[in-house]
């Protein structure tokens, strides 16, 4: 995968303890309507490390589903967990994001 153009990464809105999925759906219309190339779902912006492992999936299919192949998704996927990364970048994969972005973990 070749990086150009603008990609945005996105925050997680919450909603009475839970991810708000309207909001979530219309930041993602926005970014394309700004023609953005593509956008970076659950990345440290997007608030992973609150995220449990479902949240964070739940995420990376909205937003791959919202985008709905009109931009690139590059879902965020990284942990201090090598098995919980793996995991969600299998996920991510399978959803159908264009890529992925690890973070090295950080020191406990």
Do not use: W
Not at 2 to 27: E, K
Not at 64 to 71: K, Q
Not at 80 to 86: F, K, L, P, S, V
């Amino acid at each position: 995968m070749s990086f150009s153009g603008t990609y945005t990464a996105l925050i997680t809105p919450f909603r009475d303890g839970g991810i708000d999925v309207p909001a979530f759906q219309a930041l993602i219309e926005r970014q394309i309507a700004a023609k953005v190339t593509g956008i970076v779902p659950v990345g440290t912006t997007g608030e992973s490390p609150t995220l449990d492992t479902e949240e964070h999936i739940e995420v990376i299919r909205l937003a791959v589903e919202f985008a709905a192949g009109r931009c690139e998704v590059v879902a965020g996927t990284g942990a201090n967990a090598t098995a919980e990364a793996i995991e969600l970048t299998e996920a991510a994969e399978k959803l159908g994001a264009t890529g992925t972005l690890q973070v090295c973990p950080y020191y406990n």
